[in-house]
């Protein structure tokens, strides 16, 4: 029989026809003698009068046990969703395809047999060089340990199977850095006289195409004429981050090439793959490094396609709204003999690792209960194990169960340590098995059970449901009033509240710009409502003036509100506060904006700073000074390494201009830097650049602005860390300078001092490479050409530690000696020897922060520490760690996320509380009193709240942080921080657009190393997990320290098993450094 031919596809496909329409007929015949009904359904029912069973409840459609429908694939989608959000994102994605030339199934092959033909032995040895395959990953750790895998298998209508595996390593064993890409990943041509064999099986199975212009018609192609794999990828002499989820893997222009149906491929059309399984396995296997959930999505793809099918169409005169969902299933399926003998053979289709326990959701007395048509309702209801769910049996288990008590368990984590009896419906101690807990899909349409689920989400060993309704003593009347009292939710009067809040603290002036922030960015549904209840409160130090009637009180208070307003780009005539006209609340004689620069108060520190300009710093002060005496345009850079001064001789200069009665406007590229300037401010918010820049975007400020104004005034224009700021940015600034003052010469001839060091990190380009980033830099710009350079070189820091120096300067000049390819060794005086990640990083954080209890009373001194490091995965790691260290009383912030598109919340809003993106603040906030904390968003910059400015923090409310800022210009002033909505960015890695509301900080114990630019700390502590990825980032990490001795480094070695060496990466790129001469 297993030599008939075609005649045993035939009969393979209908036979399992056979049986899987049996499986469905059965699940139709049960629903005809089932029913289902919620408990307090039934007993409402019976109170009614009703006691036949057959005429209660609704029919079961399709349910989720029948594997493969439309439920069971979106079941499994959830769960491999949960992996992510319990271990993190993915690490592996690899795809291996059958190849019909094996010779276990060639051998078993008669004369007359061809492949196709032989269903029965493509799936056996498929599965079997699975099960191998698994053994090789799971089993002898090829890639490293495995935390968690889901797989699937797929089959074309061509027939053949593949497999797809998405695997999550152990923390240990993960790959932070392009030379360990290397050490499993390949993209290139073998040497055909090193590996003969490898060089052959590459050729056979890990060529792609050709396509593109070599071959149009190649099943690749698109309707744009443009490869869907993007091949031929471009060479690279290393491997690199990418621009997605997968990294740019090493393709050298090596001058290997192969000849595949008459064209010639080099290492661009080099499918990626690993060699030892290449050579096991000999098929097609791709092994890609990944880093985002896209993966996840692909590899269950077909939950949203359904299973393959083909298309007809019957027309008919007579129209039928039945849904059926079994008949709907079977409409037009299309399955192949493979696929057919595979699910006879009765061999797993997809496994996951752990596996994941769906857990019951359900309203007090709202189970669902399925009985027998023929039963009686009393017979049912009598029933105690029909009352008896997963959630009913958690709570009863943290009120008797004395390990349940003490374990403190969220109920999605009760599965990690007991099992569910579904014979008796009762938990049971687990004895053996990782299981994770999923909790069911609730989505914000269903009410109460919607509620119900976020408070099981965060509450703790609770012990029925009117425990999860009960805060501190009293018992909420909703599930919805419950998680607004425990913080989980925003509430409607959550602007009321925290204007309440503010009160205690007696500060009006403070209390004004708290309105104005919540005003500008977090609008109320009703603020006049708002403004009425409060406006003695805001009002309250202005009413002391007694010669001020009612009404000139409340002008006095909105104007200046109003003010505070129209620096944040708004004003208050856009909230419809009041009846006054707007023009009695405005003066346009003076707006805030120039009212604010005129009172910038110079010191007679900054003053007499002028006398003490070395050479060079003499120099540059003289030349700008000329071209403001003389009123002729000048626009200059001013570069120099860390430690010869720029920001010394910016105050110099802000002090001279100022002093005499002009207006200078200090900014910088970063929230850090501007912070150290009197007065300083963002770029961005400055000169309202847009976030997200390209050559078609400019400033958005009208002429008749107060800012448009107060530019017409400005004497002179300070532009620090220039270099890390993208040319779109400053050619913006200056179309908008001409606009503005209708002039065609370049910044309208005003005089404008640009600083920073090229030698530090670049503009940042999202996924950019190398190319990228050096057409972002100024030096690329049409503005370059006209500035005039002037270079400072006497390093102030070096008479502390000459060599500390020096050191500095050879790597930020990329001239420091190199040990393999980019890799300098640093002195073992200033290096954390590795010896194992948890312990390193141990002694590392000690030798940062040695006595966390001493910061409590010297906040200066927490807040100028830092440990520095390459990613915010790794920040957050340090902090967490951090404030657990830190003593005090902890206060917890829970974040309330929405999915944009508001049909993907029961998806996604699980698996939005585990992510972080780049600005975002986390999920969970925990804050102890005096931790330090930055500000994550420009609230409002005149006062200090910009983004970078690093706080205390010293008091805690629901939905207000009073803190004090603790660096800058503002140094000791309190403030008030509420939350506000934040919106995710466009980032590949998090492709689910949300907006979480939250307040806009972070802790600050640890940092980008990106992030500290511009700062200069007492101590610093770099953790190079991975190392340093982009141009002048090790540079600027050391550079924030002033001597050797305050810098520690901590580097892992690129594997566990490697031999730590006293070696890190450093890039530099020189071409950035020769065109802007500093090499």
């Known amino acids: 029989m297993l030599h008939i031919g075609r005649l045993l596809q035939q009969y393979s496909v209908e036979t399992y026809i056979k049986l899987e329409t049996s499986r469905l007929e059965f699940h139709k015949h049960r629903q005809q003698n089932l029913r289902t009904e919620v408990y307090k359904g039934l007993m409402d029912t019976i109170i009614g009068g009703e006691t036949s069973a057959s005429n209660i409840g609704k029919r079961i459609i399709l349910p989720a046990s029948f594997i493969g429908g439309p439920r069971d694939m979106r079941r499994r989608y959830m769960d491999a969703m949960s992996l992510v959000q319990r271990y993190g994102k993915p690490d592996i994605f690899l795809t291996m395809t ?60 061509r027939g053949l199977p593949h497999a797809h595996f998405l695997i999550i390593l152990k923390q240990r064993s993960k790959m932070f850095s392009p030379e360990a890409y290397d050490r499993i990943v390949s993209a290139e041509l073998p040497d055909p006289k090193e590996s003969p064999y490898l060089h052959s099986l590459v050729l056979k199975h890990m060529v792609h195409g050709p396509c593109g212009l070599l071959n149009p018609n190649s099943p690749c192609m698109r309707q744009n004429r443009k490869c869907r794999n993007n091949y031929p990828k471009d060479f690279s002499a290393y491997t690199k981050h990418g621009r997605n989820s997968y990294p740019i893997y090493r393709r050298r222009n090596d001058g290997r090439s192969v000849i595949i149906r008459n ?40 939950i949203y ?131 994770i807990g999923r909790v069911n899909t609730a989505h914000p349409i269903e009410g109460e059970r919607y509620y119900l689920r976020m408070l099981l989400m965060h509450v703790r060993k609770p012990t029925s449901f009117d425990d999860l309704k009960s805060v501190h003593g009293h018992i909420s009347s909703t599930y919805k009033e419950a998680a607004e009292v425990r913080g989980l939710l925003q509430v409607n009067n959550g602007f009321d509240e925290c204007l309440s809040e503010a009160l205690v603290y007696n500060m009006p002036s403070s209390l004004r710009q708290l309105f104005a922030v919540l005003l500008v960015h977090s609008p109320p549904t009703n603020p006049r409502a708002l403004w009425l209840k409060y406006r003695n409160h805001l009002s309250e130090d202005i009413q002391k003036n007694l010669a001020l009637s009612n009404e000139q009180v409340q002008i006095q208070v909105l104007r200046l509100i109003d003010q505070y307003m129209q620096i944040m780009g708004k004003n208050i005539d856009d909230y419809n506060l009041t009846d006054i006209p707007y023009h009695l609340l405005c003066s346009d004689s003076c707006t805030k904006d120039i009212e604010t620069e005129y009172q910038i108060p110079v010191s007679d520190e900054d003053l007499a700073s002028v006398s003490m300009l070395n050479k060079a710093q003499r120099s540059a002060f ?44 200090a900014t910088a590229t970063s929230g850090a830097a501007a912070s150290l300037l009197p007065g300083g401010r963002t770029a961005h918010s400055r000169f309202k650049i ?19 104004k107060l530019l017409k005034l400005a004497k002179l224009i300070i532009w620090d860390e220039a270099a890390m700021a993208k040319k779109y940015a400053i050619e913006s600034f200056d179309t908008m300078l001409r606009d503005i003052l209708d002039s065609d010469v370049i910044f309208d001839g005003k005089t404008i001092v640009f600083g920073g060091d090229f030698r530090q990190t670049l503009p940042v380009v999202q996924k950019g490479q190398k190319e990228d980033y050096i057409s972002a830099s100024l030096i690329n710009s049409y503005i370059w050409p006209y500035l005039e350079k002037i270079q400072l070189t006497e390093n102030m820091r070096a008479r502390l530690d000459p060599q500390f120096s020096d050191l500095l300067l050879r790597i930020g000049n990329g001239t420091q000696p190199t040990v393999g390819d980019s890799r300098i060794q640093l002195p073992s005086s200033i290096l954390i020897p590795f010896v194992d990640d948890a312990a390193s990083l141990d002694e590392l954080i000690s030798a940062v922060y040695p006595s966390l209890t001493d910061f409590i009373y010297n906040t200066s001194a927490v807040i100028n520490r830092a440990i520095l490091t390459t990613t915010n995965e790794f920040v957050h790691h340090i902090n967490n760690l951090l404030i657990q260290r830190f003593p005090g009383q902890e206060t917890r912030y829970i974040s309330f996320n929405q999915t944009i598109d508001p049909s993907k919340q029961a998806d996604h809003g699980d698996f939005l509380n585990t992510i972080q993106p780049p600005g975002l603040p986390p999920h969970e906030l925990i804050l102890k009193p005096y931790c330090p904390i930055i500000l994550l968003r420009n609230l409002n910059p005149a006062e200090g709240l910009c983004n970078g400015t690093r706080l205390t923090c010293l008091n805690f409310a629901r939905n207000l942080i009073h803190a004090q800022i603790a660096s800058g210009n503002h140094i000791g002033k309190q403030v008030f921080i509420p939350r506000i909505p934040l919106h995710s960015s466009n980032d590949e890695s998090y492709p689910i657009p949300f907006k979480r509301t939250q307040f806009p900080i972070s802790l600050c114990f640890a940092m980008t190393i990106n992030k500290s630019q511009g700062q200069t700390l007492d101590f610093v502590g770099i953790y190079l997990k991975e190392p340093v990825f982009s141009h ?28 730590p060496q006293n070696t890190t990466r450093n890039i530099v790129y020189q071409e950035i450094l020769t065109a802007a001469t500093l090499t």
């Open 690 to 708: 847009p976030l997200h820049q390209d050559n078609s975007q400019t400033c958005n400020i009208s002429k008749q602005s107060s800012i448009g």
């Open 98 to 157: 059958c190849n019909p030339s094996w010779p276990e199934i060639k051998k078993h092959l008669a004369d007359e047999d061809e492949i196709q033909n032989r269903p029965d032995l493509v799936s056996r040895v498929f599965r079997a060089k699975i099960e191998q395959l698994k053994d090789d990953l799971f089993k002898k750790n090829l890639f490293g340990e495995v935390a968690a895998y889901t797989y699937v298998i797929e089959f074309h209508k």
């Open 1032 to 1059: 002048g980032q090790l540079y600027v990490a050391m550079s924030r320290a002033r001597t050797a001795k305050k810098l520690k480094i901590l580097i892992r070695p690129v594997t566990l098993e490697c031999i």
């Open 305 to 435: 396609k359904g299973h393959d099918k083909v298309m007809y169409q019957i027309t008919s005169q007579q129209t039928e709204n039945i849904i059926d969902e079994i008949r709907n299933f079977q409409s037009a399926r299309w399955i192949c003999a493979p696929e057919a003998m595979w699910r006879i053979f009765a061999f797993d289709l997809t496994n996951i690792h752990p596996s994941v326990m769906t857990m019951h959701l359900h309203l007090q007395n709202h189970q669902s209960i399925s009985f027998a048509e023929n039963q009686t309702l009393d017979d049912v209801l009598a029933n105690e194990r029909n009352s008896r769910t997963m959630l009913t049996e958690f709570f009863s288990m943290n009120q008797t169960n004395k390990r349940a008590q003490d374990l403190n368990c969220l109920y999605k984590e009760f599965p990690k340590y007991f099992t569910w009896d579904e014979g008796d419906r009762i938990w049971m101690d687990r004895k053996r098995g990782e299981v």
């Open 263 to 302: 064209h010639t491929l080099d290492n661009r059309w080099i499918v990626p793959y690993n060699a030892y399984l290449l050579a096991k396995f000999d098929c097609h296997i791709n092994v890609e490094i990944c880093s985002g959930i896209e993966a996840v999505k692909y590899i269950h793809k077909y």
């Open 622 to 665: 003289d030349r700008i000074i000329e071209k403001l005496n003389r009123n002729i345009p000048g626009v200059f850079f001013i570069d120099g390494p860390g430690g010869t001064g720029k920001s010394f001789l910016y105050k110099a200069l802000l002090a001279t201009v100022r002093s005499r009665g002009h207006i200078a406007l």
